[in-house]
């Protein structure tokens, strides 16, 4: 379990302006010292990088060397589900990201939540050769379609156990990753599709922790066989 510690300040860059696919897009970059990787947020529709829970998942991230770019999909007053696009447009951050002198030397990784998590894996099919690790977190997978039989990164489905139908729907979309090395479904005993019961939210980022530290910064071989079995 990777337990918050006393870390120096991490290098923030607040209310960036991304170009991707047609529109500017504003994000927050956040680089803990001696950062293993960075992970890109897609928010679900109606949520954005204000999100108080995927700032409390980020949190947990830098508290394990982990840069996280929190950057909203869509424009002020723009309302779309559209997860081609927001895949595309989540593509085109990555290609920022990539050259971008503070991050462009760190391996990528995707957290998706709700229909965001579509987004991540169109967008990882996208850029099969620099997306390492993608997780989920109660994702609607299945909306990203045949882009999912072309993800190449290891991936991983976070689900709660009262979360009936995104596990079944998560099942079905891991069914679909026929060329991921390695994928799991996590379902985690007690939750609700937010997470919001007391404790929860600290052992998502827990294993959204674990699966990035292991494909971000090595190649991750200690979680093949179990995501395998």
């Known amino acids: 379990m990777v337990t918050p510690t006393a870390l120096a300040p991490p290098f923030e860059h607040r209310n960036l302006k991304i170009p991707a696919a047609g529109v500017t897009l504003t994000g927050d970059l956040t680089i803990p010292e001696n950062a293993r990787g960075v992970v890109i947020f897609a928010h679900g529709s109606g949520s954005g990088r204000m999100s108080p829970r995927n700032r409390s998942v980020a949190a947990w991230l830098h508290n394990a060397r982990l840069a996280t770019l929190l950057v909203d999909l869509v424009t002020p007053g723009e309302e779309t589900l559209d997860t081609d696009l927001l895949g595309a447009r989540l593509a085109a951050i990555t290609d920022w990201v990539s050259v971008h002198p503070d991050a462009r030397d760190l391996h990528v990784g995707y957290f998706g939540a709700g229909t965001g998590a579509a987004a991540a894996l169109v967008a990882a099919a996208l850029r099969p050769q620099v997306v390492r690790a993608v997780v989920s977190r109660g994702g609607?997978?299945?909306?990203?379609?045949?882009?999912?039989?072309?993800?190449?990164?290891?991936?991983?489905?976070?689900?709660?156990?009262?979360?009936?139908?995104?596990?079944?729907?998560?099942?079905?979309?891991?069914?679909?990753?026929?060329?991921?090395?390695?994928?799991l479904l996590q379902v985690v005993p007690g939750a609700t599709h937010l997470f919001e019961e007391a404790g929860m939210l600290e052992m998502l980022g827990d294993l959204a922790c674990n699966w990035f530290e292991h494909f971000l910064g090595g190649p991750g071989m200690a979680l093949v066989a179990r995501a395998r079995s």
Do not use: K, Y
């Open 140 to 183: 609607r997978a299945e909306l990203a379609g045949a882009a999912l039989g072309r993800v190449t990164a290891p991936t991983l489905f976070i689900a709660g156990s009262r979360d009936s139908t995104v596990i079944e729907l998560n099942r079905l979309a891991r069914h679909e990753l026929t060329h991921a090395p390695v994928s």
